[in-house]
């Protein structure tokens, strides 16, 4: 049976607009041609030509005189433009474009009515002043007694009736002639009277205007008349007459199309009248079928109309809501379903019926007895009909899901469980496939629980490092006992491998099956690092991560073993940085700190297999060399420890040079156990410092001596700061002219109880190294200050004295507060204080020392650089510097008569310290050649066994007089 296409959607209001716009395009074209507007256009066209007509006319009236004023001519011009916009909108209903040549055209006219106006009023104007110049003139040279005011001229005549006739008839070829005799009059008038000669001179300025605008207004006048635009708008009015009829034309068929469209509309009508008597039979039995089919379902289905009375229930419906049959029909929804409650608070499907929403799914419905169960609800709005947007009503369909709701709790919770371990577990079936992992697991091992499924543990996680027995004793462990425990080495994701703590537990089935592994692990990492940590931080050197003397001492006692037992020979390397306690006191610990550690990094790279190098505190390094043949195996690898000291080592933006002294110990020759070897590695290290450091030395019975006699010296000496057994020695400074003592230098002498008189250069350094230089300065520029004080109360005539100041002294930031306390408590004058200092020392912090320096001299303290030449920045130094006077050094002096390098030496410092305003002091001047040679150089001050050696107090006031005179010397 042939059915109506489904009236539903868009697609059907689509057709009836389509019909709608045919019928209404036909019945536009069936009207589409005026008879009345026809009429309009014909009648405006006939009026604008005959205003046209007469416009021109009017110009030529207005050429001749007839017109005096334009206003027939703006009224014509006027009501042609307003003409022609009404014609425009007529034509343009049509879309014709056929009055835009007419228009342009019009303008063109309209533009030259404008000069038209404007060149005929300045020839009339001209006309006019012509014609009275030139009456009153000759009126006034016709005179009857021959007397008048105006000589009698016939160019005068002449010209009056040539501009008259050229006005009248005159031609362009009449021109030249008419212009030559305005000019002739013009220059005839020369020696006439003023105001006649004036007059004469404008009425031929006037004829000349006559001549300019004459030709012109009658070439705009012919333009003006001769213009195309009536033509042009009748041409157009023609062509929208052509188009009127093919309009006429046009409509006539599509009226008789509409009629026929008429006709297939009532057809189409009878028609689907007839099919929709054949659809309601259908829809009866198909009404039938449907109530079978809901019947059959075993799902509740309920129809509600739009009030939200129930206007269909099947029998599951009515089943499950404990209804008898027909029990739901005509019954509110809202009273069935949730009796005594407010639904749309309580239900998410009555707040869908009330908005008219569709709904997909959980609610709670109550049965008749009171009941309340759980059901998954689909429901949406019912449609009045195909295309009716209105709401006719609710249809929902329902499901008890209590079972499922029972059993989703028990897994939800199972879940919580499985998700919330902190442990990482995995589910994998009898075969050892995963079925499901837990986040622990992904947050472990990298693997998503889709990355997992389906594959075997093994397959994404083995490390490779435990080989198949290992495995084969798990699976045996979970077949016999059905679980097994251990640590296993498994592999990330991410390739990085990985220590854990794994469980595994075989599940079972109702026969005893194996149905499923659960493994619960825990990743171990951070413990074995930790322990690992530990056991570094128990054998290694946090700073520099070397070994530290514990692990160093372990590996000397098996390495001794071992060459006990194979009878060869090891070293043992014992380096120890050369002045780094001034790199800790000058830059810093924590440069230091990165000294160390760049020491220990270059060390390292000299290392061979087998060789441990371990800091055993402090600057103090170890080499531990397992293996060698000869004592020049060792040489080799300490040359090369050296050289790794040739570069500079860089410490934030300083770079500073290091190096290092090594003392080499080998066994069994230099002993048979650990602690001796390192003792005497020690002894020979300090032989290397003894001679000059950055060396290595291998140690000799005779070094241990020296060693032993260095500690019992050292000793001595912290005895004698506290004992009293330090003295000052006092040694002249004698100006070079004068002959007379400029000053003295303090010189420090040890009186050793059992070693006599110990001079400074065999315990001065000594105290460096052992810390003791401060208190023994400071005991020196104490005494030194009392006895120049005790001098001059004497009248003993010393100027100033001299103490030497060390290296150590100047890193002291209260350095200069504590000599200026001393002078105020010895009462001298602070410019009767000299401090010494070697050129080296200006080395170490050149900011603190300037700093001082400048504080010292300030309050008149003098300052004077000892041993000047022998350093390596001394021009640099002696202009940057406060400095009273520079000494120069014994080395230059003692060359001074056979070398001529040293004299120039000595001449340039000379030179170069007067002209920055110092003063000089030569030492060790023991001839009086020398004598001689430094006073022809203009040096200051001389000092040396030529004059005295250094004395006690007692014997500096027997240095009295001119030392000119020998007998004034001491014996030296």
Same mark, same amino acid.
């Given at each position: 049976?042939?059915?109506?296409?489904?009236?539903?959607?868009?697609?059907?209001?689509?057709?009836?607009?389509?019909?709608?716009?045919?019928?209404?395009?036909?019945?536009?074209?069936?009207?589409?041609?005026?008879?009345?507007?026809?009429?309009? $256009?014909? *009648? /405006?066209?006939? %009026?604008?030509?005959?205003?046209?007509? @007469?416009?021109? !006319?009017?110009?030529?009236? =207005? #050429?001749?005189?007839?017109?005096?004023?334009?206003?027939?001519?703006?009224?014509?011009?006027?009501?042609?433009?307003?003409?022609?916009?009404?014609?425009?909108?007529?034509?343009?209903?049509?879309?014709?474009?056929?009055?835009?040549? $007419?228009? *342009? /055209?019009?303008? %063109?006219?309209?533009?030259?009515?404008? @000069?038209?106006? !404007?060149?005929?009023?300045? =020839? #009339?104007?001209?006309?006019?002043?012509?014609?009275?110049?030139?009456?009153?003139?000759?009126?006034?040279?016709?005179?009857?007694?021959?007397?008048?005011?105006?000589?009698?001229?016939?160019?005068?005549?002449?010209?009056?009736?040539?501009?008259?006739?050229?006005?009248?008839?005159?031609?362009?070829?009449?021109?030249?002639?008419?212009?030559?005799?305005?000019?002739?009059?013009?220059?005839?008038?020369?020696?006439?009277?003023?105001?006649?000669?004036?007059?004469?001179?404008?009425?031929?300025?006037?004829?000349?205007?006559?001549?300019?605008?004459?030709?012109?207004?009658?070439?705009?006048?012919?333009?003006?008349?001769?213009?195309?635009?009536?033509?042009?708008?009748?041409?157009?009015?023609?062509?929208?007459?052509?188009?009127?009829?093919?309009?006429?034309?046009?409509?006539?068929?599509?009226?008789?199309?509409?009629?026929?469209?008429?006709?297939?509309?009532?057809?189409?009508?009878?028609?689907?009248?007839?099919?929709?008597?054949?659809?309601?039979?259908?829809?009866?039995?198909?009404?039938?079928?449907?109530?079978?089919?809901?019947?059959?379902?075993?799902?509740?289905?309920?129809?509600?109309?739009?009030?939200?009375?129930?206007?269909?229930?099947?029998?599951?419906?009515?089943?499950?809501?404990?209804?008898?049959?027909?029990?739901?029909?005509?019954?509110?929804?809202?009273?069935?379903?949730?009796?005594?409650?407010?639904?749309?608070?309580?239900?998410?499907?009555?707040?869908?019926?009330?908005?008219?929403?569709?709904?997909?799914?959980?609610?709670?419905?109550?049965?008749?007895?009171?009941?309340?169960?759980?059901?998954?609800?689909?429901?949406?709005?019912?449609?009045?009909?195909?295309?009716?947007?209105?709401?006719?009503?609710?249809?929902?369909?329902?499901?008890?899901?209590?079972?499922?709701?029972?059993?989703?709790?028990?897994?939800?919770?199972?879940?919580?469980?499985?998700?919330?371990?902190?442990?990482?577990?995995?589910?994998?079936?009898?075969?050892?496939?995963?079925?499901?992992?837990?986040?622990?697991?992904?947050?472990?091992?990298?693997?998503?629980?889709?990355?997992?499924?389906?594959?075997?543990?093994?397959?994404?996680?083995?490390?490779?490092?435990?080989?198949?027995?290992?495995?084969?004793?798990?699976?045996?462990?979970?077949?016999?006992?059905?679980?097994?425990?251990?640590?296993?080495?498994?592999?990330?994701?991410?390739?990085?491998?990985?220590?854990?703590?794994?469980?595994?537990?075989?599940?079972?089935?109702?026969?005893?099956?194996?149905?499923?592994?659960?493994?619960?692990?825990?990743?171990?990492?951070?413990?074995?690092?930790?322990?690992?940590?530990?056991?570094?931080?128990?054998?290694?050197?946090?700073?520099?991560?070397?070994?530290?003397?514990?692990?160093?001492?372990?590996?000397?006692?098996?390495?001794?073993?071992?060459?006990?037992?194979?009878?060869?020979?090891?070293?043992?390397?014992?380096?120890?940085?050369?002045?780094?306690?001034?790199?800790?006191?000058?830059?810093?610990?924590?440069?230091?700190?990165?000294?160390?550690?760049?020491?220990?990094?270059?060390?390292?790279?000299?290392?061979?297999?087998?060789?441990?190098?371990?800091?055993?505190?402090?600057?103090?390094?170890?080499?531990?060399?397992?293996?060698?043949?000869?004592?020049?195996?060792?040489?080799?690898?300490?040359?090369?420890?050296?050289?790794?000291?040739?570069?500079?080592?860089?410490?934030?933006?300083?770079?500073?040079?290091?190096?290092?002294?090594?003392?080499?110990?080998?066994?069994?020759?230099?002993?048979?156990?650990?602690?001796?070897?390192?003792?005497?590695?020690?002894?020979?290290?300090?032989?290397?410092?003894?001679?000059?450091?950055?060396?290595?030395?291998?140690?000799?019975?005779?070094?241990?001596?020296?060693?032993?006699?260095?500690?019992?010296?050292?000793?001595?000496?912290?005895?004698?700061?506290?004992?009293?057994?330090?003295?000052?020695?006092?040694?002249?400074?004698?100006?070079?002219?004068?002959?007379?003592?400029?000053?003295?230098?303090?010189?420090?002498?040890?009186?050793?109880?059992?070693?006599?008189?110990?001079?400074?250069?065999?315990?001065?350094?000594?105290?460096?190294?052992?810390?003791?230089?401060?208190?023994?300065?400071?005991?020196?520029?104490?005494?030194?200050?009392?006895?120049?004080?005790?001098?001059?109360?004497?009248?003993?005539?010393?100027?100033?004295?001299?103490?030497?100041?060390?290296?150590?002294?100047?890193?002291?930031?209260?350095?200069?507060?504590?000599?200026?306390?001393?002078?105020?408590?010895?009462?001298?004058?602070?410019?009767?204080?000299?401090?010494?200092?070697?050129?080296?020392?200006?080395?170490?912090?050149?900011?603190?020392?300037?700093?001082?320096?400048?504080?010292?001299?300030?309050?008149?303290?003098?300052?004077?650089?000892?041993?000047?030449?022998?350093?390596?920045?001394?021009?640099?130094?002696?202009?940057?510097?406060?400095?009273?006077?520079?000494?120069?050094?014994?080395?230059?002096?003692?060359?001074?008569?056979?070398?001529?390098?040293?004299?120039?030496?000595?001449?340039?410092?000379?030179?170069?310290?007067?002209?920055?305003?110092?003063?000089?002091?030569?030492?060790?001047?023991?001839?009086?050649?020398?004598?001689?040679?430094?006073?022809?150089?203009?040096?200051?001050?001389?000092?040396?066994?030529?004059?005295?050696?250094?004395?006690?107090?007692?014997?500096?006031?027997?240095?009295?007089?001119?030392?000119?005179?020998?007998?004034?010397?001491?014996?030296?």
């Amino acid at each position: 049976m042939t059915r109506l296409p489904s009236w539903k959607g868009a697609a059907p209001w689509l057709l009836v607009l389509i019909l709608t716009v045919i019928l209404v395009g036909l019945f536009q074209r069936s009207t589409g041609a005026d008879v009345a507007e026809q009429a309009r $256009v014909e *009648a /405006l066209v006939h %009026e604008i030509v005959a205003l046209d007509a @007469r416009l021109n !006319q009017d110009l030529l009236k =207005l #050429r001749h005189r007839q017109l005096q004023d334009y206003d027939a001519v703006a009224a014509a011009d006027e009501r042609i433009s307003a003409l022609l916009q009404r014609l425009q909108a007529e034509l343009q209903r049509h879309g014709s474009e056929a009055m835009t040549p $007419v228009l *342009a /055209l019009w303008q %063109e006219k309209r533009e030259g009515l404008e @000069r038209f106006k !404007q060149q005929n009023a300045l =020839l #009339r104007n001209s006309q006019d002043h012509f014609l009275n110049l030139s009456s009153q003139l000759l009126r006034a040279s016709d005179s009857p007694d021959g007397r008048g005011s105006v000589p009698h001229s016939a160019l005068l005549a002449t010209v009056g009736r040539e501009i008259m006739e050229f006005l009248i008839r005159g031609e362009a070829d009449d021109m030249p002639a008419v212009a030559a005799d305005l000019s002739a009059l013009q220059d005839q008038v020369v020696g006439w009277p003023l105001e006649v000669r004036r007059q004469v001179l404008l009425m031929t300025a006037h004829g000349q205007q006559v001549l300019r605008h004459r030709l012109d207004v009658e070439s705009l006048l012919n333009e003006l008349t001769g213009s195309p635009f009536a033509g042009s708008l009748e041409a157009s009015y023609r062509d929208y007459s052509e188009i009127y009829r093919q309009d006429l034309k046009q409509a006539e068929s599509y009226r008789l199309l509409l009629a026929l469209f008429a006709l297939f509309l009532i057809a189409t009508v009878v028609y689907i009248m007839v099919e929709l008597k054949k659809s309601a039979l259908e829809l009866g039995h198909s009404h039938a079928f449907l109530d079978n089919i809901a019947n059959t379902l075993a799902e509740g289905i309920l129809a509600l109309d739009r009030g939200g009375r129930i206007t269909f229930a099947n029998q599951r419906a009515e089943a499950l809501l404990g209804a008898a049959p027909g029990g739901l029909l005509g019954r509110d929804a809202a009273t069935v379903l949730w009796p005594g409650a407010a639904p749309a608070e309580v239900s998410g499907l009555a707040r869908a019926l009330a908005t008219g929403a569709v709904f997909e799914g959980e609610d709670d419905f109550v049965r008749s007895d009171g009941s309340a169960f759980p059901v998954a609800v689909l429901g949406a709005p019912l449609r009045g009909g195909e295309g009716d947007a209105d709401q006719a009503g609710y249809v929902a369909s329902f499901r008890d899901i209590s079972e499922i709701k029972q059993a989703e709790a028990r897994l939800h919770l199972a879940a919580r469980v499985f998700d919330s371990l902190g442990e990482a577990m995995v589910v994998t079936d009898a075969r050892g496939r995963i079925q499901s992992v837990n986040p622990a697991f992904s947050e472990v091992t990298g693997y998503s629980e889709a990355d997992a499924r389906g594959r075997a543990p093994g397959h994404i996680l083995a490390s490779g490092q435990h080989d198949p027995a290992f495995y084969a004793q798990m699976w045996q462990s979970l077949q016999e006992q059905g679980k097994w425990q251990g640590e296993v080495i498994n592999r990330r994701k991410s390739g990085e491998t990985y220590p854990e703590w794994l469980s595994i537990t075989a599940i079972k089935d109702g026969a005893g099956q194996v149905s499923q592994y659960v493994g619960l692990f825990t990743d171990i990492t951070d413990r074995k690092q930790a322990e690992a940590h530990i056991h570094h931080l128990a054998y290694h050197d946090p700073l520099t991560g070397l070994p530290n003397r514990r692990l160093f001492y372990d590996r000397l006692e098996n390495a001794l073993r071992q060459a006990h037992r194979s009878r060869r020979k090891l070293a043992v390397l014992l380096l120890d940085l050369d002045r780094f306690k001034a790199v800790n006191d000058t830059l810093g610990h924590d440069q230091g700190d990165l000294l160390l550690k760049e020491v220990g990094a270059r060390l390292s790279l000299c290392l061979r297999e087998g060789d441990t190098l371990a800091r055993l505190g402090g600057d103090e390094f170890v080499l531990l060399l397992p293996e060698v043949l000869s004592a020049e195996d060792a040489s080799i690898v300490a040359g090369k420890l050296l050289a790794q000291f040739d570069q500079p080592v860089r410490l934030g933006e300083r770079e500073i040079f290091a190096s290092t002294s090594i003392g080499i110990a080998l066994y069994p020759a230099d002993g048979e156990d650990g602690e001796s070897l390192l003792k005497h590695a020690d002894v020979a290290m300090y032989a290397a410092k003894d001679g000059g450091r950055a060396a290595y030395r291998f140690f000799i019975a005779s070094h241990n001596e020296r060693s032993l006699e260095r500690l019992e010296l050292e000793n001595d000496l912290r005895r004698a700061v506290e004992g009293e057994q330090l003295l000052l020695y006092y040694q002249p400074q004698i100006g070079a002219s004068s002959g007379r003592i400029a000053g003295v230098e303090a010189l420090v002498r040890w009186r050793h109880p059992t070693r006599g008189l110990v001079m400074p250069d065999s315990f001065i350094a000594l105290a460096e190294n052992a810390g003791l230089i401060d208190a023994i300065g400071h005991w020196c520029l104490v005494a030194a200050c009392r006895q120049l004080r005790a001098w001059q109360e004497q009248g003993v005539p010393v100027p100033r004295v001299a103490v030497n100041v060390s290296a150590r002294q100047l890193r002291r930031w209260d350095f200069a507060q504590e000599v200026l306390q001393v002078v105020t408590q010895s009462g001298i004058d602070p410019a009767g204080l000299e401090l010494e200092l070697t050129e080296s020392s200006l080395a170490d912090d050149p900011e603190q020392i300037l700093a001082i320096f400048s504080t010292l001299r300030q309050a008149g303290v003098r300052v004077s650089i000892d041993d000047f030449g022998t350093g390596y920045s001394s021009l640099s130094y002696l202009s940057r510097y406060p400095v009273d006077e520079v000494k120069i050094d014994r080395s230059f002096v003692s060359r001074l008569l056979d070398d001529r390098e040293a004299r120039s030496v000595v001449r340039a410092v000379i030179l170069l310290a007067h002209g920055l305003g110092m003063r000089t002091v030569a030492e060790g001047v023991e001839t009086e050649a020398q004598w001689q040679v430094l006073s022809d150089l203009d040096c200051d001050e001389l000092q040396g066994y030529l004059f005295s050696k250094p004395v006690p107090p007692h014997q500096i006031p027997l240095l009295k007089g001119d030392w000119q005179r020998s007998e004034n010397r001491l014996p030296v």
